[in-house]
């Protein structure tokens, strides 16, 4: 079994990538709403700020920062990974995960990494806005509904028609392509 070191710091940036078990299934955006009820539900028990998001069919992608004393990020994705799976009609025919409890709607772990300082934020800020575009889902970022783009264009940290000349680099905790 591989030994998996998380880095924990209390009031700490994350930088975290979430994918669906079937990386082939919609459901986090055929079901947007439930996602964005077990994410507004975990907030309200266990706070944190939401400093980017991005939401794609199969994965999605999220700064977050956590309060001072706190650095318990496992446990708020465990939270919004089971309340939207518990939202979900259960149609799923791993017999495995059935028999342990599981939905297997979630790949078990997620990636995550510590935001190093401003460079690092802006850099995956602007990741978070182009992955859209990137999975060629929307030739534009402002066209992709389900980002936090739209209120940072509101805030006035990206103008409207951001991303169309953007390089990416790096994978974020993605499968190439």
Known sequence: MPNYRRRFQPGGCWFFTVNLRDRRMSLLTDNIDLLREAIAQTKRRLPFRIDA??????????????????????????????????????????????RRGERGIWQRRFWEHLVRDENDFARCLEYCAI????????????????????????????SENWGTDVALIGDFGERPE
Request: no cysteine.
């Open 53 to 98: 998001f991005v939401v794609l069919p199969d994965h999605l992608h999220a700064i977050w920062t956590l309060p001072p004393d706190d650095a318990d990020f496992s446990t708020r994705w465990r939270l919004i990974k089971t309340r939207f799976a518990k939202a979900l009609p259960k149609n799923e025919t791993d017999q495995m995960r059935l």
């Open 131 to 158: 992955n859209p575009v990137k999975h060629r889902f929307v030739r534009r970022v402002v066209d992709w509904p389900y980002s936090s783009f739209h209120r940072d264009v509101r805030r006035g940290i990206f």
